[in-house]
């Protein structure tokens, strides 16, 4: 059975603080991606990332970093929290042409 | 001007009916796909449309892609309340644009079924 999972389904942090989230996939995908989703907005891009080492930035990159070591693990970083980025991150793998796979998302909330 | 357009944003039905939702575009694609979204989860692919005109089925749901490949439906027959979530459609990127790898995914229907 397919599987991206993600580090954690709940987080609250200051404004601020660095913020790790972490992102592993067992499927051995070249493209993985995170996408927050807020409501009335849908799913925003923010970064992706086509191979080890390799990103893109997406829709809106602004206030984020990304890392991606090891073909399996796929990093955001949030540098310097703000309310504003209190949302539901989405990671997501998929070889090129077919469907994304998702993994539970985490709801960050910035306090 | 979004790319997807999907409607209704919002439809709330009794357990037993049936219902369509439309995901709807100026641009022609080369495939579609179709994610239902539950609450507090990430979404889980249902199918992927790639012919114009093509109807798939999944038990009491089917999608069927627009004949010119600008547009989808999703059927729902005897809605259930376990059919409740977010259904978004997603679209792969034309040729023509900057990225070959990510997905556009539209806004989505939230659905709810009631017992």
């Known amino acids: 059975d397919v599987k991206v999972t993600q580090s954690s389904r709940y987080l609250v942090k200051r404004t601020g603080e660095k913020v790790f989230l972490e992102c592993v996939q067992d499927m051995d995908h070249e493209n993985m991606f995170w996408y927050r989703q807020d409501p009335g907005l849908g799913l925003r891009l923010i970064y992706f990332s086509y191979d080890v080492k390799m990103k893109e930035k997406g829709d809106i990159p602004e206030g984020y970093s990304v890392s991606r070591e090891k073909k399996e693990r796929f990093s955001l970083i949030l540098e310097s929290a703000s309310t504003n980025q209190t949302s539901m991150y989405l990671c997501a793998s998929r070889w090129p042409g077919v469907g994304a796979f998702f993994g539970q998302g985490t709801r960050l909330t910035v306090v | 001007t979004q790319l997807l357009e999907q409607s209704p944003q919002f439809l709330s039905i009794q357990e037993g009916e049936n219902l369509t939702v439309y995901c709807n575009s100026s641009?022609?694609?080369?495939?579609l796909q179709w994610y239902r979204q539950e609450p507090g989860e990430g979404p889980v692919l249902l199918v992927t449309v790639v012919t114009g005109g093509e109807v798939k089925k999944l038990k009491r749901l089917t999608f069927q892609f627009g004949d010119a490949r600008k547009d989808s439906s999703l059927h729902i027959t005897a809605a259930q309340p376990g059919d409740t979530g977010l259904y978004l459609c997603a679209v792969p990127p034309r040729a023509s644009s900057g990225s070959a790898r990510q997905l556009t995914f539209g806004s989505g229907t939230q659905l709810t079924v009631l017992p």
């Open positions: 641009s022609v694609f080369s495939s």
